[in-house]
């Protein structure tokens, strides 16, 4: 069977009806020139990154995201520059054989852990059903523009 041959469209397709002609109807319109998709998603993706709604969602993901990193890359570099800079502070005992560096290096992992636990809670109660509906929102324009009808 050849590529081009109307039947493999059709069984490709999902087996279109034949249209009086005996060839198969077509179940979705032509296919659109590569210039035209990408002219007609290109504008749907600006008009998406020109709406207020996107604009909420990255502003509430930048208004989580900068200060986080920013305040876990400064208590890391802090651990570090103390680990360097000031060993008989990081040597000295808190319980027994655990002292102030221990605790420290123990404090990253759990901060990690804990700014994990942020992030997917803030994201999961203030952005994600957000950006779903902005993704839905996209998907159906994009789906108008080329004209599916399903």
Do not use: C
Not at 17 to 31: K, R
Not at 96 to 104: D, I, K, R, T, Y
């Amino acid at each position: 069977m050849r590529f081009d041959d109307p039947w493999y469209d059709a069984l490709a397709s999902g087996w279109g009806e034949l249209d009086g002609t005996g060839t198969p109807a077509h179940l979705v319109p032509p296919a659109r020139t590569a210039t035209e998709r990408e002219h007609s998603a290109a504008d749907i993706y600006l008009e998406v990154q020109r709406s207020a709604a996107f604009r909420q969602v990255r502003s509430r993901y930048r208004r989580f995201v900068f200060p986080a990193t920013l305040g876990f890359l400064a208590w890391y570099f802090a651990y570090v520059v103390a680990a360097t800079a000031a060993p008989e502070l990081m040597a000295r005992p808190v319980a027994g054989a655990v002292n102030v560096a221990m605790v420290a290096g123990l404090g990253q992992f759990l901060t990690t852990f804990l700014l994990t636990w942020a992030y997917t809670r803030h994201a999961r109660l203030r952005r994600d059903r957000a950006a779903l509906e902005l993704r839905w929102d996209t998907q159906e324009l994009a789906r108008l523009t080329k004209g599916d009808v399903r």
